[in-house]
């Protein structure tokens, strides 16, 4: 069984609308949390990366918040544009050396 | 920078045959990792290595065999491909240490018929 768990699956939204993605994790012990976005044919690119006290952070915008009492995370898209179609993967380091935990990813498509 | 750089693309393999992919960073990174990507599936580590001449099973290494002679490659080897191994491949790298932020190339896809 995954120890990543996202949600959902995928989802399809109008350009400037606004999204959230869930991620649920099981991963223990836990390091830090970041989230990925994968253009299609083209290797996964780092959105952010949050540690146990980070409970929050932003690139543009997209912002992510971290709960790690309740081990859930989420990714907000704001203002969706055609150029976040892409696939977004939630992965938990488990320690220091980067050993990861990947979800399978949220399918997002933005239509006109 | 070209960061990190995989080769070939594509390749079409026969049941039983073998071949080499080629991982390149110019990052100057210790960490560098391959994983496989399968349809629903997250990404799965297959080896990783920590510095130069060191490498370590993943979670899914069977059939693969791996080598870092020099500290910028990492070569991912089959040395009799299956159809089970037909997945797309990505190569990645870290620092050492930290958030350890992973630098992904842009991915070989595999098929063995």
């Known amino acids: 069984k995954n120890q990543v768990e996202q949600s959902p699956q995928s989802l399809i939204i109008l350009e400037g609308k606004n999204c959230t993605l869930q991620?649920?994790?099981?991963?223990?012990?836990?390091?830090?949390l970041r989230w990925y976005k994968q253009d299609t044919g083209r290797g996964p690119v780092s959105l952010t990366i949050?540690?146990?006290?980070?409970n929050t952070k932003s690139n543009g915008r997209y912002t992510a918040t971290l709960d790690a009492d309740t081990k859930q995370s989420s990714l907000h898209i704001t203002a969706s544009q055609l150029s976040d179609s892409a696939s977004y993967i939630c992965?938990?380091?488990?320690?220091?050396?980067?050993?990861?935990?990947f979800g399978a990813g949220t399918q997002v498509v933005v239509t006109p | 920078n070209a960061g990190v750089t995989q080769t070939p693309k594509f390749r079409v393999l026969k049941t039983g045959q073998s071949m080499t992919l080629l991982c390149a960073q110019d990052?100057?990174?210790?960490?560098m990792y391959w994983y496989r990507q399968d349809p629903g599936m997250g990404l799965r580590l297959i080896h990783y290595?920590?510095?130069?001449?060191?490498?370590a099973k993943g979670e899914v290494p069977d059939g693969y065999n791996v080598s870092r002679l020099k500290k910028q490659n990492f070569l991912l080897g089959l040395e009799s491909a299956a159809p089970s191994q037909t997945s797309v491949y990505f190569c990645?790298?870290?620092?050492?240490?930290?958030?350890?932020?992973?630098?992904f190339g842009p991915g070989t896809r595999l098929t063995v018929l």
């Open positions: 990645a790298s870290s620092t050492r240490g930290g958030k350890n932020e992973q630098f």
């Open positions: 991620c649920n994790y099981t991963v223990s012990p836990f390091s830090n």
């Open positions: 949050m540690t146990f006290s980070e």
């Open positions: 992965v938990v380091s488990t320690d220091s050396w980067g050993k990861f935990q």
């Open positions: 990052m100057n990174h210790e960490y």
């Open positions: 290595s920590v510095g130069e001449g060191t490498t």
